[in-house]
């Protein structure tokens, strides 16, 4: 019967009308890239043997870079490195030519620029400061491994002892708190009352580390108020 | 509520005749009242149209549609015609001038025109025509011209083709969408379409008149230049046929037209087949809405959902299948009413 | 009063414009322009059928000869079109061939002016023609209803020849 | 007798259904198409000298872009040619991977072909259904290679990275999922009698015409001649997996589009064989950095593409870049019967003739 297939049809896309859509709302909703998905490709100087097996294998032209020899070496140090985006065909040749993994996709996909000079990456390495290697020798090495991030050492440090602490409390701690408290049975007491409760266990062991006499005058609060409902609870 | 437009056009009138005007004036300025709202209520009417069409093909299509500017991105259509006003109006240096210029902005007066006889609720009508149907019927005929205008005007093959292919396609099923109110008329037996609404009193044409319900609707789709009869402007084939050359404004006012023909054939047939304005609990005009606006999704439904046909077949269809089903259709009413009539009814 | 006036001067205005369609199809230079101003012309014609209360034939006049007929002359114009579009409907350069128009345009006027003039018409006054559909429906299909069949066989004759002269391109 | 004027239409080169830059001068009496011109070359790339200045392996993302409806299909047909012109041997697992991914892609240029025959015909929502279920193929690509369409996941003696974990699980449920979507288009497209009636006996291309003009794939199945490379020359694994070539009877618009569909259906039969099969190990064969295939060698090597027979005429003169790379690419070749097929029809018939020789212009002007 003529007319069945329009009204199947019909029936399809009434069908589909009513469902969910499928599309993703894409600047707020991000799409979900799969992990191997090549968005812009980048550089680590860092790795960089400027071996130039990248420029080999670069059907494109894409990258190039500069060279200066380095004094009493046979060795090249890298000025630059030029990755001009434009012309790249995200193939990953050069990527699995790179025998350091110094160039390397990451997921950024919003490459779009303005102007067409913008999305020309460019990157310089820090100059090079001749520093003694010991015995005599001289050792190039990039200005900024001399200047150890401090700030970063500390909060690393400070997160260690975090954990330590926070361990060490859900284990007990006894010893720990004694140091905060008067006596052994108040150590006692707040150790039973830390090991129970998450919440207060995290914040006594962030005390600990950060603020020795805040952290005191919290763990006899928290004594005295476990103490009274203890009390209030036995004369119940 | 029911008389609510109604009451308040007495009042103007009355009012404005006890301010000492003769009333044959205030007639007129109460029907150039009713043109103006009639007008101004077409456009808006389209901003809503074109939001809801593109928001049902996103539907159908596993889209949002518009959704950024407004809520549920209403005012989309709004910043879309506020882009067309604004660009430039290119008139092709090779085209026919003054025809060019004229054909967007007849198709749209004779699109407004329509309405004049339309009973938009119960004595709702502009002119309380006793001819409407034909009113009707002969005013879309004029269509074709702008439409020939408009691919000649454009000195452009595309646009001649599609001029070409919307003249045939709608001088041949102009035949069936008579023929398939005929039946109608016969049912009512009057033109006029205020008191074919009141026929219906008793039982809707539709259950009547099922099968030139279904012609009109063939036929009125072909008439619109809808999916999957839009041979003028068949993007895929002819660019957009007659409208090809046609920018900003002047290419508005052919989309403001189509719309505006789409929900006059779709109120005609909310008229004719489902009892106009009758309903219970609400009043006339708020039906009228109502069932306007189910009969143009079932429109935009097809448009989304159909192939466009060929040529030769959207010919072939017309005068093989359409005209006469039609045809059978009419005489089969006119024995039915002769039968009914012996039997006493 | 008023009503009248208002009645003469839309009768003005819409005689106007026909006389000037009217005129335009005659003076234009592109017969496409022409035949467009043939349109206005008949759309002015039913406007006026309008105005004399007879709006069914008003209507016809805009079916028929508006929409139907008036698209028939366009494509026939364009299918023998030749050349450029704006020279199409050049003036007759021979001298003679314009006397000798001239001279059938004024005698067809003063006949026509004559005939109107000496004809006694009967006069119509303050009666309107409530169901003019319903007559004109008796009249066609009743008192008249041969001369209409026989000017329907004529019309499907006409349809069925000019489909065999189409048809014919293709056997070739 | 009425005589008529013809005229010319110049259906492109911008055009909304010519599938890219294509240009077809159609000589018209009407509606009516008395002959038609096509005219290619507008997305030239001149991508056959560009391979003479790149080595070996630096032409694979290249050839990737030749078809990039389908771009594993011209990449398997260069790196084999590469392959078969230096005698390198792919490890077993890599070769299974081609298959999947192959005949992924050519799944996916199928669907194209089905949404694009339909938004050309008019029926928008059908090109939007079918490029909703490609995206599930594009994202198993984007897994396994990183790209979604133009994925230059081969390389000279395998491929570039095994499958990911994730890979297998969505493969195995797209299979599964395959039929109903071949029921859908069917339910909403071709069950469609406005496309039926648009697409039976439009653009009729009888075998004999098909064999002389050089018409391959799907098109030429279409008119009834029973031919696949994968199986009648056969390249790779091809041989062992079982697949029937579904073929047609008039040739027509409609025929072509049925085979295609049915060849859906037979590469989803493939992957299934190819996934149970597959062994594991190594991926890629061991492939000197620098290739320098012997002096003289000349090597034609054939796949069957989504579009026909692909083939990579390489001419090696002993140093690491090839000396000439000819493509022979199965679009320009189809595009060729356009006129044939078009002759006598209506134009809105040039349409569906475009879309159902579904030409791919990158490929086509190269």
Same mark, same amino acid.
């Given at each position: 019967m003529i007319g069945k297939g329009l009204l199947k049809g019909l029936g399809i896309t009434l069908k589909h009308g009513v469902?969910?859509?499928?599309t993703i709302q894409y600047p707020e909703q991000r799409p979900y890239l799969q992990e191997r998905f090549r968005g812009c490709l980048e550089f680590d100087y860092?790795?960089?043997?400027?071996?130039?097996m990248c420029t080999k294998a670069c059907p494109n032209n894409v990258l190039s870079f500069e060279t200066a020899p380095i004094e009493g070496s046979k060795k090249k140090r890298l000025v630059s490195y030029t990755i001009?985006?434009?012309?790249?065909?995200?193939? $990953?040749l050069c990527v699995e030519a790179c025998p350091t993994n110094t160039l390397f996709f990451v997921?950024?996909?919003?490459?779009?620029?303005?102007?067409?000079?913008?999305i020309k990456k460019v990157y310089i390495p820090p100059a090079l400061t001749q520093v003694d290697?010991?015995?005599?020798q001289a050792e190039l090495i990039p200005q900024d491994a001399l200047e150890p991030d401090r700030e970063a050492e500390a909060e690393a440090k400070r997160l260690k002892q975090l954990q330590a602490m926070k361990t060490a409390l859900s284990k007990g701690g006894q010893k720990v708190l004694a140091k905060y408290v008067d006596t052994e049975e108040d150590a006692a007491v707040l150790a039973n009352l830390l090991q129970a409760d998450e919440k207060k266990r995290d914040k006594m062991a962030a005390l600990i580390v950060d603020d020795k006499e805040k952290a005191r005058k919290v763990a006899q609060a928290f004594v005295a108020k476990e103490r009274k409902t203890q009390a209030g609870g036995e004369e119940k | 509520m029911e008389h609510l437009f109604t009451n308040i056009a007495q009042i103007l009138t009355s009012w404005m005749v006890s301010l000492g005007l003769p009333p044959i004036w205030a007639d007129l300025i109460l029907l150039i009242g009713q043109w103006t709202i009639i007008v101004v209520i077409v456009t808006l009417n389209v901003i809503v149209l074109v939001w809801l069409e593109r928001k049902i093909s996103g539907f159908i299509q596993e889209r949002l549609g518009p $959704?950024?500017?407004?809520p549920f991105g209403a005012f989309q259509t709004i910043a879309d015609a506020m882009k067309l006003l604004t660009k430039e109006d290119i008139i092709p240096s090779q085209a026919d001038r003054w025809i060019f210029m004229t054909a967007p902005m007849l198709f749209i007066v004779i699109a407004v025109m329509?309405?004049?006889?339309?009973?938009?609720?119960?004595?709702?009508?502009v002119v309380d025509l006793n001819v409407g149907l034909f009113y009707f019927i002969s005013l879309g005929s004029l269509s074709t011209i702008c439409l020939l205008m408009a691919g000649w005007g454009s000195n452009n093959k595309w646009s001649l083709l599609g001029a070409m292919r919307s003249v045939a396609q709608m001088i041949s099923y102009e035949i069936p969408l008579a023929f398939s109110l005929l039946g109608v008329v016969m049912l009512a037996g009057s033109l006029n379409l205020s008191e074919i609404v009141t026929a219906q009193?008793?039982?809707?044409?539709i259950l009547l008149q099922p099968v030139a319900f279904l012609t009109y609707f063939i036929a009125a789709t072909a008439e619109l230049n809808?999916?999957?009869?839009d041979m003028p402007e068949a993007e895929q084939e002819l660019?957009?046929?007659?409208?090809?050359?046609y920018t900003g404004m002047r290419w508005a006012l052919f989309f403001l037209a189509e719309y505006t023909n789409l929900v006059a054939v779709s109120a005609l047939a909310a008229t004719l087949?489902?009892?106009?304005?009758?309903?219970?609990?609400?009043?006339s005009w708020l039906w009228i809405i109502i069932k306007t606006y189910l009969i143009m999704l079932v429109f935009m439904w097809m448009k989304w959902t159909f192939p466009r046909i060929r040529m030769d077949h959207l010919m072939s269809f017309s005068w093989k299948v359409l005209i006469p089903v039609s045809l059978a259709n009419i005489l089969i009413t006119g024995l039915g009413i002769e039968f009914f009539r012996g039997m006493g009814w | 009063m008023s009503l009248m006036i208002i009645n003469d001067l839309v009768f003005v205005l819409i005689a106007s414009i026909t006389l000037l369609s009217a005129l335009g199809m005659v003076l234009s230079r592109n017969i496409v322009h022409s035949a467009l101003a043939l349109i206005l012309t008949f759309i002015g014609v039913a406007a006026l059928f309008f105005n004399l209360g007879a709006a069914f034939l008003g209507l016809v006049q805009i079916l028929?000869?508006?929409?139907a007929i008036s698209v028939l002359i366009i494509f026939a114009i364009m299918l023998v079109m030749h050349g450029e579009a704006h020279k199409t409907?050049?003036?007759?350069?021979?001298l003679g061939t314009h006397l000798w128009g001239g001279y059938i345009a004024a005698v067809m006027t003063i006949g026509l002016v004559a005939a109107i003039w000496f004809s006694e018409l009967p006069e119509v006054k303050g009666r309107t023609v409530e169901d003019a559909v319903g007559l004109l429906a008796g009249l066609l299909l009743g008192n008249y209803v041969i001369a209409f069949e026989a000017a329907a066989v004529l019309l499907l004759l006409a349809v069925v020849g000019a489909i065999i002269l189409a048809r014919g391109v293709e056997e070739q | 007798m009425i005589e008529t004027e013809t005229y010319t239409i110049n259906i492109?080169?911008?055009?909304?259904?010519?599938?890219?830059?294509l240009h077809v001068e159609a000589i018209m009496d009407g509606e009516e198409v008395k002959d038609a011109i096509v005219h290619v070359?507008?997305?030239?790339?001149s991508v056959e000298k560009i391979a003479e200045s790149r080595t070996y392996a630096q032409f694979v993302p290249y050839a990737s872009r030749l078809d990039y409806l389908a771009s594993h299909l011209p990449t398997l047909g260069y790196v084999q040619a590469v392959e078969k012109l230096a005698g390198i041997i792919v490890p077993e697992r890599a070769e299974y991977i081609r298959v999947i991914v192959s005949e992924l892609s050519r799944i996916a240029s199928h669907m194209i072909f089905v949404g694009s025959l339909a938004i050309d015909l008019g029926a928008t929502t059908g090109m939007v259904y079918c490029f909703r279920d490609r995206e599930r193929i594009m994202d198993m690509f984007e897994m396994s290679?990183?790209?979604?369409?133009?994925?230059?996941?081969?390389?000279?003696?395998?491929?570039?990275a095994d499958l990911p974990e994730s890979f297998y699980p969505a493969v195995e449920s797209f299979i599964n999922d395959l039929p109903g979507m071949i029921a859908e288009y069917h339910g909403?497209?071709?069950?469609n009698e406005i496309l039926q009636e648009r697409c039976k006996d439009v653009g009729i291309l009888s075998a004999q015409d098909a064999v002389a003009y050089g018409v391959t794939g799907p098109n030429l199945r279409a008119s009834?001649?029973?031919?696949?490379l994968r199986r009648d020359? /056969?390249?790779?694994?091809? /041989?062992r997996f079982e697949f029937r070539v579904p073929t047609g009877q008039n040739g027509d618009s409609w025929d072509r589009f049925m085979v295609r569909i049915e060849e859906m259906e037979q590469s989803g039969r493939i992957i299934k064989q190819a996934l149970r099969d597959m062994p594991s190990g190594?991926?890629?064969?061991?492939? /000197?950095?620098?290739l320098k295939p012997e002096k003289g060698r000349e090597v034609y090597h054939r796949v069957e593409s989504s579009k026909g027979e692909l083939g990579f005429h390489l001419v090696s003169?002993?140093?690491?870049?090839?000396?000439r790379v000819h493509v022979r690419a199965p679009s320009f070749i189809n595009l060729m019967v356009l006129p044939l097929i078009c002759r006598g029809g209506k134009l809105q018939d040039v349409i569906t003739n475009i879309a159902t020789l579904d030409p791919v212009l990158g490929e086509s002007d190269r």
């Open positions: 469902e969910k859509p499928k860092k790795n960089c043997i400027v071996c130039g001009d985006l434009q012309y790249c065909m995200f193939c $990953n997921h950024d996909f919003e490459l779009s620029t303005y102007r067409r000079d913008e290697a010991g015995g005599g | $959704n950024r500017l407004g329509l309405y004049a006889v339309l009973p938009l609720g119960q004595g709702m009508e009193n008793r039982y809707w044409f809808r999916g999957p009869f660019t957009a046929g007659a409208y090809t050359e087949f489902f009892g106009g304005g009758q309903g219970p609990w609400l009043p | 028929v000869y508006a929409g409907n050049r003036f007759n350069p021979s | 492109g080169p911008q055009h909304p259904s010519t599938h890219g830059g070359g507008y997305v030239h790339r290679s990183g790209q979604r369409m133009i994925a230059s996941y081969m390389r000279l003696g395998g491929i570039s909403l497209i071709s069950g009834g001649v029973d031919y696949d020359d /056969p390249y790779g694994i091809y /041989p190594e991926i890629q064969a061991k492939v /000197p950095r620098i003169d002993g140093s690491d870049k090839p000396y």
